[in-house]
C-alpha cells in the first residue's frame, strides 16, 4: 500500500523507496493523509511519536490513531486548511508513549490537484517543549526580578548587587542617595542603575573591597568609613562566589539608624559571647583542670570590664 501511492513526492523522484527512504532520515514527525482524512505515509519519526509502526498507521483515520482531544483539534484545523489558500501553523500538546505531554507545533499543507482540487494533507511537527519551558522559566525569572527590586526600594539602607564584571545588577534608591548627586541623578534615568560601572559610583575603597571579595571569594568584608561628610558602614557579601557580590550600606551619621545599628552590632556581640560560652562548655566536659585557669582569666576580664563601665 505504501508504494501504490505514487503521488507523493512522484514528481521529485521517481524511486518511491528512495523517497521513504529520505523522509525516513528527517528528524521531525512527518505524515500524509488523503482527503477523507486516512493516513498514506508517514516516517520514522512519526512512528516514534505514537508508539506504533508505519504498517499499524497506514490506512487508518486520525480518529483512530490520536487521544479524542487531538481528534477536535485536528478536524477543525483541517476544515480551516480546506478553506484557506496558505499553509497552517498552530501549536498543541500532544501525549507521547511514555505518557507524557509535549508541546508541539504542527505545520499543515493542503496537497491540491492540477486543478486545484484537495487530494490530501501533509503534516510536519515540532517538539517545541523545551522551547516553552525555557520560555516559562524566562518569564517566571522577570517576575521574580520584578518583585526582588521591589523590595530592595523597601529596605532603608543602601542596597547594590554586582556582577564579576564589577557592574550594577541592580540597586536602591537610597544607595544611589548615599552615593551622592551624580548618582542620583543617573539613578533617575537608569532605574536601578543596572550595567552601570560600580567604581564609578562608589569610593576607591570600596570598589577594592568589591573587586577583592569577588576575587577571593570570602562570605564577607565590613568597614566604616565617612564619606560626604556621611559615618557608613559598609558590608559586601558574596552571593555566588567569585560571581555576585552585594552591599549593604549603612549611614551611620542618621538619628533613626544609629540606634538600629547599637542594637545589631549589641546582638552581634552577644551571638559572639553565647558562642565562646559554649566553647568553654565543650572544653569543661573535656576536661575541667585544664580550664581552670582560662575560665579564671574570662572572670577577670568581664570584671575587668565592669569595673571600666562604673569609672
Known sequence: ????????????????????????????????????GFYITCNKAFEKLLGISREEVIGKSYLESQPAEVDEMMEMKDKELFDSPTDIIYEHQFKTTDGTMHEMLIYKTAIRNDSGAFEGIVSTLYDVTDRRKAEIRSEKAKEASVIASAMLQKIRAGIVIVDHNMKVIDCNETFARLMGEEAEELYEAIPGLQGADVKELVPEIVGKMFSGLLHTGEEMLERDLTYKNKLLHISIVTIYKHRVVGAIIRNLSSPKLVREEIISRAMKVTKQNIEMVQQVATLLAENAAQTEDMLNSIVAAYKYGEDRKDE
Open 1 to 36: 500500500m505504501i508504494y501504490e501511492q505514487d503521488a507523493f513526492l512522484s514528481g521529485l523522484i521517481k524511486d518511491p523507496v528512495l523517497s521513504y527512504k529520505i523522509i525516513d532520515l528527517l528528524p521531525f514527525p512527518i505524515n500524509y493523509r488523503d482527503a477523507e
